[in-house]
């Protein structure tokens, strides 16, 4: 079975640009979370979707948005990129909620 | 006073040894995790659990509920489970559901 496969993994954008992010979850799997890595905040939770429906959201301003499409891939969004967005984002697929999360690779972003 | 606390951030260790990582929370929770991270690389779920304790190889997660805490042990570590742990609970199910991490422990173990 394949794993959580995310594109690309790596990018460079200037401030004031915008990004999209793409995550492949594993076959079956309907949940989709979001995570930022950073050095300073370690990870934190950005989203959180299943079936196409954004179930929860993390305290970022709206600058971050994401979506999921009928076949449980999703992408995330960020606009007016600021250099504090620059960091590791991870996503992860697992059943549903409470259940094991299985991680992609992460898209290394770098904001110059 | 952060949700979840890990100790210690960081551990140096000699091939042989038995290590313990331990993983402090604050909320009532749903599941907790511990997740390995390699330097440069992914994240990898070690375990998930919400109960007891669970065993797979030379790895040991238990968790007590009503102290709100959990250790991950590794038993004759070596030079590749050189690596960041990562403790995350999950909340109390609910349209709140979501994984909050510890700040990891990094782990180096020397041959």
């Known amino acids: 079975k394949a794993g959580v496969t995310q594109t690309p993994r790596y990018l460079i954008k200037t401030r004031g640009q915008q990004v999209t992010l793409s995550c492949s979850p594993i076959?079956?799997?309907?949940?989709v979370s979001w995570y930022q890595q950073t050095p300073g905040q370690g990870l934190q939770f950005l989203f959180e979707y299943f079936s196409e429906t954004q179930r929860n959201k993390g305290n970022f301003p709206g600058r971050f948005s994401g979506r999921q499409f009928s076949n449980s891939r999703s992408e995330m969004n960020v606009s007016t990129l600021e250099l504090g967005d620059s960091a590791l984002y991870l996503c992860a697929s697992s059943w549903d909620r409470v259940y094991e999360q299985y991680f992609g690779p992460g898209t290394r972003l770098t904001v110059t | 006073k952060n949700e979840v606390e890990q100790s210690p951030q960081n551990l140096t260790a000699q091939e042989g040894e038995f290590i313990t990582i331990n993983c402090s929370y604050s909320?009532?929770?749903?599941?907790l995790h511990w997740l390995q991270q390699h330097p440069g690389g992914g994240i990898v779920s070690l375990f998930m659990l919400s109960s007891g304790k669970k065993k797979h190889g030379r790895l040991i997660a238990t968790i007590n509920i009503q102290e709100k805490h959990s250790s991950l042990h590794i038993t004759a570590s070596h030079p590749r489970d050189s690596a960041v742990y990562i403790c995350a609970v999950g909340g109390r199910g609910g349209s709140n559901y979501k994984l909050t991490f510890g700040k990891g422990t990094l782990l180096t173990v020397n041959p």
């Open positions: 909320v009532g929770i749903s599941a």
């Open positions: 076959s079956g799997h309907r949940s």
